[in-house]
DNA sequence: CAAAATGTTGCTGA
DNA sequence: ATCAGCAACATTTT
């Protein structure tokens, strides 16, 4: 699920679920997913807590506590349900919070990646390693066509495993930066620090537009059946993600699939040119 | 059966 | 030191 318009939609969707309810109790089935404390130290800092408030950086969800703060990562498959008492857990259920009326909030994760962090403080989570390096907010005042023009300068990495990496913009990840690319008329390959000012232009410009337009659908359902939380209808307006050997949609030619940072790539060569020197 | 899948990170060698 | 490339993490699907 988790590009930022999912993980914003799951956030949003919380927020209406469990905002001020008092957790009486913690499962967590799957102990290595809680990466900076044992589990059961994990338990007892979040067993009669409550979710005061729930904000997003990146890809990153944050829940604001009576007592402390969540960091929670969906990486690749990472979900959260929100179900009756009555619900039984799967075998991908990994971290399970029981409300004081009996509700349950269930993260699954069939590949495990996700990861947890329970930090004190507010310094503690801004000082975190991952936190550290994460670029702008794609929707934050600062994320200008300058400051990724200084950002790219003597880059040689494909500009897409730049974009990916989250050092400059936080939140794009391998389908919308196709996407953004795409529209920005950038072939993936392109070396970060030869992109154009037109280009930086396009692409600052077009990451606003497509996370913005994404989160309007509440996010991108692929490969996926539908869940209660960012279950969104994005993949309709999808141009090349996913679409090879389908006609680009501005001049007909086949969108081509290639690999870049080990990551399937689709692109339309027509409309991306690739630069020379 | 091998490869790939909405992500990050830690290691390795230039 | 810095940076880029790649295996690793674990499971399901094509």
């Not at 209406?16 to 499962?27: A, L, N």
């Not at 994320?143 to 023009?149: C, G, L, R």
């Not at 490969?223 to 090349?240: C, D, I, K």
């Amino acid at each position: 699920m988790p590009e930022l318009p999912e993980v914003e939609t799951v956030k949003n969707t919380l927020l209406r679920q469990i905002i001020k309810k008092p957790i009486t109790h913690v499962h967590v089935n799957y102990a290595p997913m809680i990466k900076n404390m044992e589990a059961d130290e994990f338990v007892a800092r979040m067993q009669n807590n409550t979710v005061q408030d729930i904000s997003r950086r990146g890809k990153h969800l944050i829940f604001h506590l009576a007592d402390g703060i969540l960091l929670s990562h969906l990486r690749m498959e990472g979900k959260y349900f929100y179900v009756d008492s009555d619900v039984p857990q799967t075998t991908h259920t990994h971290v399970v919070f029981t409300f004081e009326d009996g509700m349950q909030l269930f993260y699954e994760d069939t590949r495990k990646f996700g990861t947890f962090h329970f930090y004190e403080t507010e310094a503690q989570l801004q000082s975190s390693k991952s936190f550290q390096m994460l670029g702008v907010e794609p929707f934050a005042a600062e994320f200008t066509a300058p400051y990724v023009k200084e950002k790219l300068s003597h880059k040689k990495k494909p500009i897409k495993s730049t974009l990916l990496d989250q050092t400059i913009v936080t939140g794009l990840g391998n389908i919308y930066v196709d996407e953004v690319l795409y529209r920005a008329n950038v072939h993936p390959l392109t070396p970060a620090g030869q992109l154009t000012d037109a280009q930086i232009e396009a692409v600052v410009n077009e990451t606003k537009n497509v996370l913005a337009r994404a989160i309007e659908l509440k996010g991108t359902t692929i490969r996926t059946f539908a869940s209660q939380h960012g279950s969104g209808t994005y993949q309709n307006e999808l141009r090349v993600h996913q679409r090879a050997n389908e006609p680009c949609a501005t001049c007909q030619t086949p969108i081509q699939k290639i690999k870049v940072g080990g990551r399937g790539t689709y692109f339309c060569e027509v409309c991306q040119p690739e630069v020379k020197e």
